[in-house]
């Protein structure tokens, strides 16, 4: 039987009609260099998704994985609060997956959504499908259609 949380991100993918299907793997995938590994890919090609919060407002950074989000770009971003990366049971509460497998689609529409620039170097990155589990292979034009999100710079300068 299918996990929920990857059925819940084929059936909002399918609505674009791009043909973007997850991959499964039996390795885990649940940080980003787990799931370069379990790919055989470069870091930088795994897509993190990382939930911030700044006072009562949200938003998902999804970079390449070998690169470090400047926290003062994800607080000026985010309205000037003192930013946190969310904690895990509010991870899941407001993105309905899992630390591990959080898609950066298919999210509340109250929750920001900005894309690193650090993934335009790649023809395809690989992003979170739901599940510690799955990824889906997507290029950044793709990423950037089923999420609505903004390409931003978020590496320090």
């Known amino acids: 039987m299918e996990n929920p949380a990857l059925a819940r991100a084929k059936k909002y993918l399918d609505q674009f009609e791009m043909g973007l299907v997850p991959r499964e793997s039996e390795k885990t995938t649940k940080t980003s260099q787990e799931a370069a590994e379990a790919l055989n890919v470069e870091l ?4 993190k998704s990382i939930l911030f919060r700044s006072g009562d407002k949200y938003g998902i950074f999804v970079a390449a994985g070998d690169i470090k989000i400047c926290d003062k770009k994800v607080k000026s971003l985010l309205g000037g609060g003192r930013a946190k990366i969310a904690k895990p049971d509010e991870v899941e509460r407001l993105t309905g997956y899992r630390v591990g497998g959080v898609c950066p689609f298919d999210i509340d529409s109250n929750i920001a959504i900005y894309l690193d620039r650090s993934m335009e ?3 395809i990155v690989f992003s979170a499908a739901g599940t510690p589990h799955s990824l889906l292979p997507i290029t950044l034009e793709q990423l950037q259609k089923v999420t609505g999100g903004q390409i931003v710079e978020m590496q320090k300068e």
């Open 121 to 123: 170097r790649f023809d």
């Open 44 to 47: 930088g090609q795994i897509a």
